[in-house]
């Protein structure tokens, strides 16, 4: 399902008669919740992508025919050594519990990020100003700018992690936050920079679809 009808169903679910889920969604302690699985052994995911290999060149070799026995036993140890892998990913496996924020809370954030790095412009060009062309300043651009206010985002947005264990995380002070955006995997950081901005969808979407009219509604 793409995340476009995850939203759209999620809207409908709250707009239905007799429900009243726009309430909690709109309130500070009530916005949209999604939880993402993080995987951080990154060696045994790579680890996994040269099982995949491995398969791939066994199944040219036989070709459609037959396998023989040889062919069978390595098979087997294929994937014997896949199911090892297997659990040593999962035991890396983390559910990040994400929550969402206000668009003024995100705006706040922002300007809190801008204040450390503050919005510079580029020189307007004089040759292109003498021929008419288009003078505007342009922003620069700024990674620590960037940066920061993507560690802002993480630290407003995650309410909790869940170890493999089953153990939690609730406090997220800005060190924290720093270290795990400069020790996640990739594909993890990825994960949940995707999942914040899918909230903020959710959150602008229900915001838009739905009006005092029916908030007042019983």
Sequence with gaps: MSDEQEIREAVDAAKAPGTFNIVEVLSNRGYPKSEIDVYLDESAIYE???IDEKLEALDNQVNGK?????????????FIERDNIIEKIEKSHYVVHLTGISEGKREELYRKAAKKYPVEY?????ITSL?????????KESPERDALFTDFLWQE????????????QTEFPYSTVRSMRES?????????????EKLRAKTAMFTMETGEDFLAKP
């Design 48 to 50: 996994m992508s040269g």
């Design 66 to 78: 037959s396998e023989t026995a040889k062919q069978k036993k390595q098979r087997e140890d294929i």
């Design 122 to 126: 580029e020189k307007a060009n004089d």
């Design 131 to 139: 021929i008419g062309g288009n003078s505007a300043a342009r922003e």
């Design 157 to 168: 947005h995650i309410e909790r992690i869940v170890s493999p264990e089953g153990e939690e």
């Design 184 to 196: 996640f995997p990739l594909n993890a950081m990825i994960r949940i920079n995707e999942g914040i």
